[in-house]
């Protein structure tokens, strides 16, 4: 006998794929995004491409944008001089670009660019969704429409509530999607027993205070007569200062300073122990890397610790206290055991809570939300 159909889930499914098919977000990204949240951007875009859903990118000029793949249905470059207080100007004419695109949605990615948001959801009279990736002061200051932007997306708890308690008439608005990344099938760290360990840093280069009891932790390690090599890899103001320091140290032989390399993640997973030297506060998508591949993370306790659960995720050390940070790292490459356990929780963990399938349903339920919470004129 002839199997019977469920044509009960058929409409459904119809009705479904008809609602993906009349989304058209328009993505409106910054600097940061492009280059250290790569990997993130590039999930997204193909987790649209895989649902087919035609997506617009907004970025500004002078990027790298090979590596972010598949290629959107259209780009545009906004402003058209890489200069702040450009942001502003051209507006119009950027509005008049998307028009042809014909989005039914707006996603700014970064606070950075809630302005120009804004500005972009009044002209062309369309809802919009603002993600916040940190514990910045001048959140409160943001540009918000409070008629327009109907969700407000965080990456962790920790910046949920920090969001909730600077925007509190936003409060009911704000909504936690994790980022999501694809687990490695082992771990990474002290794989390979005939070779160097390797210890990789991934930390902005603002100043050189940062990195000093990291440097002298490093030091110390070395003086015992242990071998193992150190990238930094960030980019910022700080950097030429930080060659002198590594110089003056007498760790040139030891320390390798790069900037941020595309694609970084390949950098990440070479190292068998990933360290944060300081408190972040803005999700780290290098720690959330690093814990996927399958590296060991040492990391500073005291900002958007989501990603740190001491013992189980990752070894923590205090802000400051280069004898814990030397403590921690001498753990770490002393006990391979003990490091190879710690990765393989971490990538549990990932896996557990920060699928990238999740995030992509999560990201176009939210789409869809905004389309049917907010009244506004569709495009013919």
Same mark, same amino acid.
């Given at each position: 006998m002839e199997p019977q159909r469920d044509i009960t889930s #058929?409409?459904?499914?119809?009705?479904?794929?008809? +609602?993906? &098919?009349s989304l058209r977000p328009a993505l409106i990204v910054s600097t940061r995004n492009v280059t250290e949240h790569t990997t993130f951007l590039r999930q997204l875009l193909v987790g649209m491409a895989d649902e087919s859903i035609a997506v617009a990118l907004v970025c500004?000029?002078?990027?790298?944008?090979?590596? +972010?793949?598949?290629?959107?249905?259209?780009m545009f470059t906004h402003?058209?001089?890489?200069?702040?207080?450009?942001? =502003?100007?051209?507006? #119009?004419?950027?509005?008049?670009?998307l028009e042809k695109f014909r989005p039914t949605v707006l996603h700014c990615l970064c606070e950075r660019r809630a302005g120009l948001a804004r500005r972009l959801a009044r002209r062309l009279d369309m809802p919009y969704v603002l993600m916040i990736n940190s514990l910045a002061k001048r959140i409160r200051r943001l540009s918000i429409s409070s008629r327009r932007c109907v969700r407000i997306i965080t990456p962790a708890e920790?910046?949920?509530? =920090?969001?909730? &308690?600077?925007l509190p008439r936003f409060?009911?608005?704000?909504?936690?999607?994790n980022l999501g990344s694809f687990v490695s099938g082992d771990a990474m760290c002290f794989s390979t027993p005939s070779r160097l360990p390797s210890i990789v840093v991934a930390h902005p280069l !603002? !100043? +050189?205070? #940062?990195?000093?009891?990291f440097l002298q932790a490093v030091k110390s390690l070395r003086t015992d007569s242990r071998e193992f090599m150190v990238v930094i890899m960030g980019n910022g103001p700080a950097e030429h200062n930080l060659r002198k320091l590594v110089v003056a140290m007498d760790l040139s032989d030891v320390v390798t300073i790069v900037p941020i390399l595309?694609?970084? !993640?390949? %950098? %990440?997973?070479?190292?068998?122990?990933?360290?944060?030297?300081?408190?972040?506060?803005?999700?780290?998508?290098?720690?959330? #890397?690093?814990m996927a591949v399958g590296t060991a993370v040492a990391a500073c306790w005291g900002g958007v610790d989501d990603l740190l659960i001491p013992n189980q995720t990752a070894l923590t050390f205090e802000a400051g206290n280069e004898p814990s940070i030397r403590q921690t790292l001498r753990q770490l490459l002393d006990d391979h055991d003990c490091a190879r356990r710690l990765a393989a929780t971490a990538q549990e963990h990932i896996r557990a809570?920060?699928?990238?399938s999740a995030m992509i349903s999560a990201t176009l339920r939210t789409y869809r939300d905004a389309q049917q919470q907010v009244r506004l004129q569709p495009y013919p």
């Open positions: #058929e409409p459904t499914c119809s009705a479904a794929a008809a +609602v993906r &098919k500004p000029p002078g990027l790298d944008l090979e590596s +972010v793949a598949p290629a959107p249905a259209a402003p058209l001089i890489d200069f702040s207080p450009m942001e =502003h100007v051209g507006v #119009e004419r950027l509005a008049a670009q920790t910046i949920r509530a =920090h969001v909730a &308690k600077s409060a009911d608005r704000i909504a936690q999607i !603002r !100043r +050189v205070s #940062e990195f000093a009891n595309n694609p970084w !993640r390949s %950098v %990440v997973a070479a190292g068998d122990i990933f360290v944060q030297p300081q408190p972040l506060r803005a999700f780290s998508v290098f720690l959330l #890397e690093a809570r920060y699928s990238v």
